[in-house]
Every structure is written in structure tokens, then in C-alpha cells.
């Protein structure tokens, strides 16, 4: 089975700054990776997404996230957070060819200060 | 109405209590499935229906019952619970499940804040 790890736990960062989120996987079979972000008492959106393709994956909300197998990690950025960007960002990864399994990190807390 | 629309938003309940939380998809998938969400651990699967049958059951305690009367509604039963049981609820669908990469991605819920006393 697969682990994620999202190394930190809340990310405080002021705004117009840049950001990084971290996310790194266990396994290096072929995979399928996702951000989801969640806001205040909602459910989970999904944010961006990495099927195939091109390594480096955007939202229109200005975030990317590059795929790197040999470092088994799909870190996400933004060059210039807003304060709406303030909320919790998952990553989740997929193994190919599993159908339904799905395995989460325990999230990231992003908070921008005004 | 689109998406995945779930009810109760919030629910607080006694332990000998018995209630139940709804979910239902616009979407036209064919997968629906249960999360757990608790503060500072990762989501935790509880159950997986694909086509109305189900798939997964993650090891959960019989006292949380699932129930997909088809493609678009399922549904948590909740009898005798625990306070540890006390978290987020979100359900879940994605398309056709296994049939390559298109069909493994999540669409949410707002989830169901479930409070065990």
C-alpha cells in the first residue's frame, strides 16, 4: 500500500509571497497524483491533477504542481498567494490500474497573512 | 441540483440513538464511497460501492451500516456509537471505476459533521 506524506503540518506565509506545499509518495509503481484543497466547513475540491503527460500540472487559480518520479514527489506551488487561498490542501495518489484506491496525507494547513 | 449533495450537514447524537446520513450524486458515476475525516489524520476509506455493490469495507465496526439502493444514493447508518466516532463524514463518487486514468478522480461532498455524546 501506498503512504503520503505532507511534511508540514500548517504553513503560515504572508501575502503576495511565494509558497510550496510538500508532498512525497512510498511507492514507485505508476501513479496517479491529486491536490485537493478544503475551505471552512466544506468538502474537499479537487485542485490539480497528474494522469499522464506533461510533469507539470495547473490550476486556474495560479497553482502548479510538477510530477517528480525519481524523487517520488508532487510538490505544490504558487508564486503569489491571496488571503482566499487561506485553507487546508490534501495530496492524494492512485495507483494505476487499482480502480478505487485512493490514499491521503494528513493535509497542510495554509494560512496567508494579511 | 449537481454534484454531491449530502444531509444532515451537522448531526449531534446520543450514544443509543439510531440516525442515519444521506448522499446523493448528479453526476452520472458509478462508484460512491465513505470517508472518515478526523482532525490530523488522514482520510480514511470506510466504504467503496461500485455499480450498487459493494466493494470495500475497511475493517469498520458494524455499528456504521452502508446502504447504496443504487447508483446515485447512499446512505451511513449509525446505531449505538461511540464518542471517538465523533468526526467529518464525507462521501464521495468518481466515474466508472478501473477503466483507466479517467476514472480515478473524487468528486466531494460537503460532508456531515457528525457529535457523539
Known amino acids: 500500500a501506498q503512504s503520503v506524506t505532507q511534511l508540514d503540518s500548517q504553513v503560515p506565509v504572508f501575502e503576495e509571497a511565494p509558497v510550496e506545499l510538500r508532498c512525497n509518495y512510498s511507492?514507485?509503481?505508476?501513479?496517479?497524483l491529486f491536490w485537493y484543497v478544503q475551505y471552512p466547513n466544506q468538502g474537499l475540491q479537487l485542485l490539480l491533477k497528474?494522469?499522464?503527460?506533461?510533469?507539470l500540472v495547473k490550476s486556474i487559480n495560479g497553482f502548479e504542481a510538477e510530477f517528480n518520479k525519481s524523487q517520488t514527489s508532487f510538490h505544490l506551488r504558487k508564486p503569489s498567494v491571496h488571503i482566499s487561498d487561506t485553507a487546508e490542501y490534501f495530496c492524494a495518489v492512485s495507483e494505476a490500474g487499482t480502480g478505487n484506491q485512493f490514499y491521503f496525507g494528513t493535509g497542510t494547513s495554509l494560512t496567508v497573512i494579511p | 441540483e449537481t454534484g454531491v449533495t449530502q444531509t444532515p450537514r451537522h448531526l449531534v447524537m446520543g450514544m443509543t440513538n439510531k440516525k442515519s446520513l444521506k448522499c446523493e450524486q448528479h453526476l452520472g458515476h458509478n462508484a460512491m464511497y465513505w470517508y472518515k475525516q478526523s482532525a490530523k489524520k488522514p482520510l480514511e476509506l470506510m466504504f467503496v460501492?461500485?455499480?450498487?455493490?459493494?466493494?470495500e469495507n475497511n475493517s469498520v465496526p458494524s455499528r456504521f451500516s452502508p446502504e447504496c439502493p443504487n447508483s446515485s444514493h447512499l446512505f451511513l447508518h449509525l446505531h449505538t456509537l461511540q464518542p471517538e466516532d465523533s468526526a467529518l463524514y464525507l462521501c464521495?463518487?468518481?466515474?466508472?471505476?478501473?477503466?483507466?486514468?479517467?476514472?480515478?478522480?473524487?468528486?466531494f461532498g460537503a460532508g456531515s459533521r457528525l457529535t457523539v455524546l
Open positions: 460501492y461500485n455499480f450498487k455493490e459493494q466493494t
Open positions: 464521495a463518487s468518481s466515474p466508472f471505476p478501473g477503466q483507466g486514468a479517467g476514472a480515478n478522480v473524487l468528486t
Open positions: 511507492s514507485s509503481v505508476s501513479v496517479y
Open positions: 497528474y494522469l499522464s503527460g506533461s510533469t
